[in-house]
């Protein structure tokens, strides 16, 4: 748990000093250039406004999309400004560039309690590359760096984990939070610990799922993964999702639940459909009964029932995935199930990030979970016990 032993922004004296604080601004827009979820900026305040209320001199960088190093005016972090000043009960000016001469006006002119942004630092080559020249640059504007963008923390780009090394490092509240509630699921979770793995490939979460065996008591898996599980016992699964080369792994990954007694579920029953489209046909079939022609897009009522019983009696359950194509309406019933019964149980629920936490806030369920994580590919290093760069930079307690 050596993550868990981090200086956070009260550990470090911040009273007049130049503080660089990355946030995770990479918000969704609508085709009129509303925010459509001001969550990750939400979850940064309260650290700006303890830097604020302590006379800091403050300066988010952030990112949004993915412009490759090159500048595109179509993700600039202009049109996030005026959320992040109302918010702030001020005007926020923004920089026209990350590095160059307007940031560095800006910077020098700041004053206590005052906030200021840079341009996207993805329009530079040298932050997705961690380029120490960049990174350096990037330091020399403040004293102290605050990392707060839990959902960029696995990346080692220069404004996550580079500029640590010329000033000093330390976590804001929501990466302290996130750490703090993952730390307590991995290791003193109220029992049962369910866990529940959507997706499209086994590849993509094996590290999670071995992870996971020796923590958890039931691991529920969904999604396009669980048609290779199927194909591994013997079932015919039709054109549904496979990963051939991964048949081995999955009949391990299931020798390997029974020895640990870890129960392990897989949908009985099956949505399938005649083609992937969201008008596609589509009927109930058994899990060792999908035709030829016809494949797996979401869990089946039964299986709906058996999840949602292991759920009821859980303690703590963790969800990453999606456990049917849910963004159609026709098979989005199995993730609406489950997210139902999340809310409605009384376990602590953490959901992953991702497209889990875009399924349960599409489906009205997010007031209702105990935490909804905002990183998907960080909870899930963290949870494969991988270092996070953007972690493992900060400085750590006596």
Not at 13 to 22: F, P, Q, Y
Not at 30 to 41: A, E, F, H
Not at 139 to 167: E, K, L, M, Q, W
Request: hydrophobic fraction near 40%.
């Amino acid at each position: 748990m050596d993550f868990l032993n981090r200086k956070t922004v009260e550990d470090i004296d911040v009273n007049g000093k130049r503080v660089l604080v990355r946030c995770d601004y990479n918000v969704p827009f609508d085709s009129v250039g509303n925010i459509t979820d001001t969550k990750r900026i939400d979850e940064s305040i309260k650290t700006l406004r303890y830097l604020i209320d302590h006379k800091a001199k403050i300066i988010i960088c952030s990112h949004r999309g993915r412009p490759k190093g090159a500048v595109k005016p179509e993700l600039s972090l202009a049109p996030t400004i005026p959320y992040v000043s109302k918010v702030l009960n001020q005007q926020v000016q923004i920089a026209t560039d990350v590095i160059g001469e307007s940031a560095q006006t800006l910077c020098a002119n700041l004053e206590e309690g005052q906030v200021i942004m840079l341009e996207n630092v993805r329009f530079e080559p040298g932050e997705e590359a961690n380029d120490p020249t960049f990174a350096k640059k990037l330091a020399a504007f403040a004293d102290i760096f605050v990392n707060d963008a839990f959902g960029t923390s696995h990346r080692a780009h220069a404004s996550t984990a580079g500029v640590a090394a010329y000033i000093p490092a330390v976590c804001g509240y929501l990466i302290q939070k996130e750490l703090q509630i993952l730390g307590n699921a991995l290791h003193t979770p109220k029992r049962p610990f369910v866990a529940i793995l959507g997706g499209a490939k086994v590849s993509d979460k094996i590290g999670v799922i071995i992870a996971l065996l020796d923590k958890i008591d039931t691991l529920i898996i969904g999604g396009g993964m669980a048609y290779t599980f199927m194909n591994a016992l013997g079932y015919s699964i039709g054109n549904s999702l496979c990963e051939s080369d991964k048949l081995d792994l999955a009949q391990d990954i299931m020798a390997k639940a029974k020895e640990k007694e870890v129960k392990f579920l897989i949908p009985i029953d099956n949505i399938i459909a005649n083609k992937f489209a969201q008008d596609a046909q589509w009927q109930v079939a058994d899990s060792d009964q999908i035709p030829e022609g016809w494949m797996g897009m979401d869990i089946g009522p039964k299986s709906a029932d058996l999840f949602t019983h292991a759920i009821e009696h859980a303690g703590t359950v963790f969800w990453n995935g999606p456990l049917g194509v849910s963004e159609w309406n026709n098979f989005a019933k199995g993730t609406y199930k489950v997210a139902q019964a999340l809310a409605n149980s009384k376990a602590y629920s953490i959901i992953g990030g991702g497209d889990s936490a875009a399924s349960v806030e599409k489906l009205g369920f997010a007031t209702q979970m105990s935490h909804i994580s905002t990183g998907g590919g960080a909870s899930l290093e963290l949870i494969e016990g991988l270092e996070l760069p953007g972690i493992s930079c900060l400085l750590q307690k006596e």
